[in-house]
Nanobody, 124 residues
Framework: QVQLVESGGGSVQAGGSLKLTCTVS????????MGWFRQTPGKEREFVVS???????IYSDSVKGRFTISKGNTKNTQYLQMNYLKPEDTAMYYC??????????????????WGQGTQVAVSS
């Protein structure tokens, strides 16, 4: 497993943007299949997006065209740019990682390392 730290959450009005950051300790993001999930109280964790070591991406239909995952120049960070945010995007967002590269060939993982989460709130 690897330590992951998210940042960048906050409150925004509908139509606005936020950029989340996931920092990987001790390793480069290219060692992993990485992804983002989100969860609201009382609901199961929902897959948002994944990015492979070779930068292949899978997006959930709910965020396709609005969210973009990318890797930073520092090699141990990846970003989730969220545009045109909607109230239904309100959730705790979690960064995820796994060394199992095949996890990035299917929607939703599996992932075995998780961050503590960062809250995103979108008001109407």
């Amino acid at each position: 497993q690897v330590q992951l730290v998210e940042s960048g959450g906050g409150s925004v009005q509908a139509g606005g943007s936020l950029k989340l950051t996931c920092t990987v300790s001790e390793y480069t993001v290219n060692n992993f299949c990485m992804g983002w999930f989100r969860q609201t109280p009382g609901k199961e964790r929902e897959f948002v997006v994944s990015i492979s070591a070779t930068n292949a991406t899978i997006y959930s239909d709910s965020v396709k065209g609005r969210f973009t995952i990318s890797k930073g120049n520092t090699k141990n960070t990846q970003y989730l740019q969220m545009n045109y945010l909607k109230p239904e995007d309100t959730a705790m967002y979690y960064c995820a990682a796994t060394r199992y590269f095949r996890a990035c060939t299917v929607t939703g993982g599996p992932f075995d390392s998780w961050g503590q989460g960062t809250q995103v709130a979108v008001s109407s």
